[in-house]
């Protein structure tokens, strides 16, 4: 009798532990989980401001909106104004042993900029180059022909005939003081990729950035299966990024 009694509480000890093993064993692997979170988007830009302010503006939508955590999103170290050099500063990024293979979607932002006649801009050769070795990493590329500032355009107007940096600059500055004449009366070009006018910017378009998105695929559509990223001026793709970046609230 007694031995009977001894092997049911030595049985019931058993599935005791057994129990506390699964229990802890699930609170270590939601520990890890919370050590390991995913990384989702690395970004790496051709300019230092601008473009990186603007992005960080859609970032910071995304953190207040609680619909990423604060590690989701890294926008790579700028060290490089090349489209070539752009994609070195993403390949390079390292921190906290993290790299940019951690992240799922992985993108450089560069524009064509072709060469000028009082210097500056870049050979078709560095552009298309960077290109090709970004696909062959499985790095996307967000693009605009000819300058970053062709994507504030379109939320204004579609245009689809060839129009150089310098002209891009002069037409936004026309409608971001039509916009909003108070807010954007100091606007000129000497400031207009500063940080504080790029905040402002991200800010006033807002309202208007499906009319952007709408209007970057329809110049994609209009150079249809032949469109070639460093010969078609205007074109763009940055909607590509910011839709990808915008899909992150619904997750």
Not at 118 to 139: E, R, T, V, Y
Not at 173 to 191: Q, S, T, V
Request: with cysteine; charged share 30%.
């Amino acid at each position: 009798m007694v031995l009977c009694h001894l092997s049911e509480i030595l049985s019931l000890i058993m599935s005791r532990s057994r129990l506390n093993a699964n229990t802890n064993s699930k609170k270590i692997k939601r520990s890890k989980d919370t050590l390991n979170p995913i990384y989702s988007v690395i970004i790496a830009c051709e300019d230092k401001v601008s473009a990186p302010t603007y992005l960080n503006m859609v970032i910071n939508d995304l953190k207040q909106n609680h619909s990423i955590r604060n590690e989701s999103i890294v926008i790579a170290p700028h060290e490089h104004t090349d489209p070539k050099g752009v994609l070195d500063d993403l390949l390079k990024y390292k921190k906290d042993k993290i790299t940019y293979k951690d992240f799922e979607h992985k993108w450089i932002v560069i524009d064509r900029d072709n060469n000028r006649p009082n210097g500056g801009g870049h050979n078709a050769q560095d552009f298309n180059d960077a290109i090709l070795k970004s696909k062959s990493k499985k790095i996307e590329v967000a693009y605009a022909n000819d300058s970053f500032e062709l994507w504030y355009l379109l939320h204004f107007k579609y245009l689809q005939t060839p129009i150089m940096r310098d002209d891009i600059i002069k037409d936004l500055i026309k409608e971001l003081k039509k916009l909003n004449e108070i807010k954007f009366r100091d606007l000129n070009r000497d400031n207009i990729k500063s940080k504080k006018i790029s905040e402002l910017i991200y800010v006033e378009l807002l309202k208007l950035q499906n009319t952007a998105i709408r209007n970057s695929k329809r110049l994609l559509e209009y150079y249809g299966d032949d469109h070639n990223p460093e010969s078609n001026n205007p074109s763009t793709n940055i909607h590509e990024l910011i839709e990808l970046l915008n899909g992150l609230k619904n997750n």
